[in-house]
């Protein structure tokens, strides 16, 4: 098999990634843009040794699963893989793979039995998304675009609209290419290091209405800020949303970096005030552009109740959240409990926690900055890390990033011997892996519940209740 040859393969599978599997001569063949049941014609792009990745070159018969993508874009486009998929099928897929997971490597028989519910978006996957963050380029007209990153690559694919952003950003998206156009505002080129404007981040409180434009410049000075929010509010006055939108707040974020991170460190208010409130659930967020915030807080606001569900506090338990991020999940398990002791290694996340916590007025969560490893060692021999002694947490909650919780810490909780315990994962490898270590000391597994926090892509979200064997 060598590039640009032409096979025919049936599709049997699905990768983490969301792209198709089939095999062909003994081969596995990766196929983008394929669905399970699908017999397509590939063309193969790339050849290893014992696998090769192939394009769609045409579907001979499609599967049952198959719906036309939402998004004319969407195959060109580097964000979603499964658009082309029906969202039963995608719940499945993401169901699927995490029953895999703790079969494979949780080594659990029949996780079937433990599961309670696959929480699916609603009738459709769509306009989920608070917040967006567009390239900004030029098209071979020399007009401005704005759009996303092509499929590892960094070259930009024009949009709109997105499907799975909020319907604001249409208009969003048009005010910032006539803000550009009118004014001649130059866009910034990888390559060289010069232009003007790098991207363009949009925030939309989905319970308050109240919209952030972020335009990230690569300049220490903003220019053109009496025409940009001009153009954004003739935009806002134009725009049909199901919704009402209120625009807060215009911000320039300064990145003079050669850098592909986005954001620079310095934001400076251009209009309005510099940050945005929103509500998950009763509990309130002040959201401004760096702000690390939940970017589906509808089904955010679905999980964390799960989670507190599964948590069931009385009001007399000391509960432990690690990897507690801007203390989301702390300030809801708050009300219902003693005390909270949220744990997270991003300083800035803390502060955000704690002003949070202000301005909620809940007084009993506390948050300490370290590696949840660490301080939760510190915690149990009663040091804490302000010589305040903390008692031993009756339930614990863990929240990690994709690799999971570190072992050190999975044997902290495995010592203290909690009633219960909460585990929140958006990776079900990891989650597997540590389910496993827990299981075979002392707890078990009650039940576990799917979310579907990013619907389009493969990433799919958990929340699981441990409780103690011996109790
Ligand atoms: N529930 C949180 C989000 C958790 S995401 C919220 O709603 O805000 C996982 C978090 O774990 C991130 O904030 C990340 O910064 C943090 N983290 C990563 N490694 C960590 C470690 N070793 N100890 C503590 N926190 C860690």
Same mark, same amino acid.
């Given at each position: 098999?060598?590039?640009?040859?032409?096979?025919?393969?049936?599709?049997?599978?699905?990768?983490?990634?969301?792209?198709?599997?089939?095999?062909?001569?003994?081969?596995?063949?990766?196929?983008?843009?394929?669905?399970?049941?699908?017999?397509?014609?590939? =063309?193969?792009?790339?050849?290893?040794?014992?696998?090769?990745?192939?394009?769609?070159? /045409?579907?001979?018969?499609?599967?049952?699963?198959?719906?036309?993508?939402?998004?004319?874009?969407?195959?060109?486009?580097?964000?979603?893989?499964?658009?082309?998929?029906?969202?039963?099928?995608?719940?499945?897929?993401?169901?699927?793979?995490?029953?895999?997971?703790?079969?494979?490597? $949780?080594?659990?028989?029949?996780?079937?039995?433990?599961?309670?519910?696959?929480?699916?978006?609603?009738?459709?996957?769509?306009?989920?998304?608070?917040?967006?963050?567009?390239?900004?380029?030029?098209?071979?007209?020399?007009?401005?675009?704005?759009?996303?990153?092509?499929?590892?690559?960094?070259?930009?694919?024009?949009?709109?609209?997105?499907?799975?952003?909020?319907?604001?950003?249409?208009?969003?998206?048009?005010?910032?290419?006539?803000?550009?156009?009118?004014?001649?505002?130059?866009?910034?080129?990888?390559?060289?290091?010069? $232009?003007?404007?790098?991207?363009?981040?949009? =925030?939309?409180?989905?319970?308050?209405?109240?919209?952030?434009?972020?335009?990230?410049?690569?300049?220490?000075?903003?220019?053109?800020?009496?025409?940009?929010?001009?153009?954004?509010?003739?935009?806002?006055?134009?725009?049909?949303?199901?919704?009402?939108?209120?625009?807060?707040?215009?911000?320039?974020?300064?990145?003079? /970096?050669?850098?592909?991170?986005?954001?620079?460190?310095?934001?400076?208010?251009?209009?309005?005030?510099?940050?945005?409130?929103?509500?998950?659930?009763?509990?309130?967020?002040?959201?401004?552009?760096?702000?690390?915030?939940?970017?589906?807080?509808?089904?955010?606001?679905?999980?964390?109740?799960?989670?507190?569900?599964?948590?069931?506090?009385?009001?007399?338990?000391?509960?432990?959240?690690?990897?507690?991020?801007?203390?989301?999940?702390?300030?809801?398990?708050?009300?219902?409990?003693?005390?909270?002791?949220?744990?997270?290694?991003?300083?800035?996340?803390?502060?955000?926690?704690?002003?949070?916590?202000?301005?909620?007025?809940?007084?009993?969560?506390?948050?300490?900055?370290?590696?949840? /490893? /660490?301080?939760?060692?510190?915690?149990?021999? $009663?040091?804490?890390?302000?010589?305040?002694?903390?008692?031993?947490?009756?339930?614990?909650?863990?929240?990690?990033?994709?690799?999971?919780?570190?072992?050190?810490?999975?044997?902290?909780?495995?010592?203290?011997?909690?009633?219960?315990?909460?585990?929140?994962?958006?990776?079900?490898?990891?989650?597997?892996?540590?389910?496993?270590?827990?299981?075979?000391?002392?707890?078990?597994?009650?039940?576990?519940?799917?979310?579907?926090?990013?619907?389009?892509?493969?990433?799919?979200?958990?929340?699981?209740?441990?409780?103690?064997?011996?109790?």
């Amino acid at each position: 098999m060598k590039k640009n040859d032409f096979i025919e393969l049936e599709i049997e599978d699905v990768t983490d990634d969301g792209s198709g599997i089939g095999h062909y001569d003994g081969m596995a063949i990766f196929v983008k843009d394929s669905a399970v049941g699908d017999r397509v014609k590939a =063309r193969i792009v790339k050849v290893k040794k014992h696998y090769a990745f192939g394009r769609v070159e /045409e579907i001979i018969s499609e599967s049952h699963n198959r719906v036309e993508s939402a998004c004319p874009v969407s195959r060109q486009c580097g964000g979603c893989t499964l658009q082309h998929i029906g969202y039963e099928a995608e719940l499945e897929l993401k169901k699927n793979r995490v029953i895999n997971c703790l079969k494979r490597i $949780g080594g659990i028989d029949n996780p079937e039995e433990y599961l309670e519910e696959v929480v699916g978006l609603g009738s459709s996957p769509e306009r989920y998304r608070n917040k967006m963050q567009f390239p900004v380029g030029k098209d071979k007209d020399g007009m401005t675009v704005l759009g996303f990153y092509a499929g590892h690559s960094h070259s930009i694919i024009p949009v709109e609209d997105c499907m799975i952003g909020h319907e604001i950003n249409r208009y969003i998206i048009a005010a910032i290419k006539k803000w550009c156009d009118e004014n001649k505002i130059s866009v910034y080129d990888e390559e060289t290091g010069k $232009g003007f404007l790098r991207h363009v981040l949009t =925030r939309v409180g989905f319970q308050t209405g109240e919209l952030m434009v972020c335009v990230i410049i690569n300049n220490k000075k903003m220019k053109f800020s009496e025409e940009l929010v001009s153009c954004i509010n003739e935009a806002l006055s134009k725009a049909e949303t199901k919704d009402a939108i209120i625009l807060k707040s215009v911000v320039a974020n300064i990145n003079t /970096e050669k850098t592909n991170k986005i954001l620079g460190e310095e934001t400076v208010p251009v209009w309005g005030q510099e940050y945005i409130t929103d509500y998950i659930g009763d509990v309130q967020f002040r959201i401004s552009a760096q702000s690390f915030y939940q970017v589906n807080p509808v089904q955010t606001y679905r999980l964390y109740s799960r989670a507190l569900e599964y948590a069931n506090l009385t009001g007399n338990e000391t509960v432990w959240d690690m990897y507690c991020g801007i203390g989301t999940i702390s300030l809801f398990l708050a009300k219902n409990a003693k005390k909270v002791i949220g744990v997270e290694i991003v300083p800035q996340a803390i502060q955000d926690a704690k002003q949070n916590a202000d301005l909620n007025a809940i007084k009993n969560a506390k948050f300490y900055v370290g590696k949840a /490893e /660490e301080v939760a060692t510190e915690l149990l021999s $009663g040091k804490g890390t302000d010589d305040t002694y903390e008692e031993v947490p009756d339930v614990i909650v863990v929240d990690p990033p994709r690799k999971g919780c570190d072992e050190k810490l999975l044997n902290t909780v495995i010592k203290v011997k909690p009633n219960r315990m909460v585990y929140v994962s958006c990776d079900p490898a990891t989650l597997a892996r540590d389910l496993k270590i827990l299981m075979a000391n002392g707890f078990n597994l009650e039940k576990f519940s799917v979310f579907d926090q990013f619907s389009r892509s493969m990433h799919v979200e958990c929340a699981v209740l441990m409780s103690r064997a011996d109790r």
